[in-house]
């Protein structure tokens, strides 16, 4: 049997490989690259995923290991792994910088976490091999810079007088917290807020990003409106405590960005345990029958992580909340994924490399 031969029916067993969050076979999502058979059976090819967070990567090796090893002459398989993660087509050519998608991560009320879970969960994505930028949006109570360790420093000018991001933990990030004096107060109206919020869209060096993350203030005001009137969002996440009260104010957060028009990624769970109880983000989540992303136990690491500059994740990778953090980076790249080409708003890049 010519090698020819062989490949193609690699390629057929191939597209019996359903992808398991787009419900279609791998190769008809153009998945499958680069396919060779070696002399000696050995099928080797690439497989390029929609996130290099994915988590159903070793489901889908598994099945095209099972249906590869069904074809005669082949003996074994070698699988590269590369991503092309999809670009939101309402952002592409709406502004300067090559944004693939835009997350905003945002509460109903104050103190339930929310910067911790922007933060963490901007770095898992980094860690996962994603170009990742992190905008703190909250303009009058910028805390991003101290939680990264950054603190107060005045960003540099690229010669075409682009402000250039900081970078930590494999981030680029920006804050108002890097551009004002952090003794003094920002006391600025609506109108002010939303030209900011644009500013750091425009003005800033990016470069091109797979996610960006942008942490909201609190409630449902200004830089909320500001935020979805600058820029599509691919989708929003609400961060909320188990107990009832935080989950009265999230269900509000929920309907605002749903009045927006913007789609509901999930909710999360933070600080769940003994103090907060467990289990009220996921009865909300599927009360509205919207995603739910995870849950992540209040532990004194998470704490002392954020006013350390030093996010959990990074710090202390194998703690129980630093796993929680990264599943739930996972899961909100399977929902971009997952939301940009079930809408049909996604548009494919070229490969990364």
């Not at 059976?41 to 090796?61: E, M, N, S």
């Not at 101290?146 to 402000?163: A, C, E, R, W």
């Not at 999230?250 to 999360?268: D, Q, S, T």
């Not at 769970?269 to 599927?286: C, K």
Request: hydrophobic letters at 45%; proline letters at 7%; a negative charge.
């Amino acid at each position: 049997m010519s090698n020819q031969s062989i490949q193609d029916q690699v390629m057929a067993a191939l597209a019996t490989v359903i992808e398991p969050e787009l419900h279609r076979d791998i190769v008809s999502l153009n998945m499958v690259r680069d396919l060779t058979v070696t002399d000696a059976g050995v099928a080797q090819f690439t497989v390029v995923l929609t996130t290099p967070a994915c988590p159903l990567k070793d489901v889908i090796y598994d099945r095209a290991r099972a249906a590869v090893l069904r074809v005669p002459g082949i003996t074994d398989l070698a699988i590269r792994w590369d991503s092309n993660v999809p670009t939101d087509s309402r952002i592409f050519g709406q502004i300067e910088t090559p944004l693939r998608s835009v997350i905003a991560v945002s509460s109903g009320k104050g103190g339930v976490g929310k910067s911790t879970v922007a933060v963490n969960l901007a770095v898992a994505l980094a860690q996962s091999g994603a170009r990742v930028g992190l905008m703190d949006a909250d303009i009058l109570g910028p805390n991003i810079p101290k939680m990264v360790g950054l603190g107060f420093h005045q960003p540099p000018l690229t010669p075409d007088q682009k402000i250039v991001p900081f970078q930590a933990y494999g981030l680029k990030v920006m804050s108002m917290g890097f551009l004002a004096d952090p003794n003094t107060p920002v006391m600025w109206r609506g109108p002010m807020l939303h030209g900011a919020i644009r500013q750091f869209f425009s003005d800033v060096a990016w470069g091109e990003l797979d996610y960006m993350v942008v942490d909201l203030p609190p409630g449902t005001g200004d830089a909320q409106l500001s935020l979805a009137q600058s820029v599509p969002l691919t989708g929003a996440i609400i961060v909320t405590q188990p107990q009832s009260v935080a989950i009265d104010d999230a269900r509000r957060g929920l309907a605002m960005f749903e009045k927006l028009n913007v789609p509901i990624l999930g909710v999360i769970e933070n600080m769940s345990g003994e103090m907060f109880g467990e289990g009220g983000g996921e009865t909300f989540a599927q009360e509205r029958s919207v995603p739910f992303l995870g849950r992540v136990p209040m532990i004194p690491a998470v704490r002392v992580g954020g006013d350390t500059g030093k996010p959990v994740v990074a710090s202390d990778p194998d703690s129980e909340a630093a796993r929680a953090f990264r599943t739930v980076a996972e899961q909100v790249a399977a929902r971009v994924s997952v939301q940009l080409l079930a809408s049909g708003a996604a548009i494919q890049l070229n490969v990364i490399k």
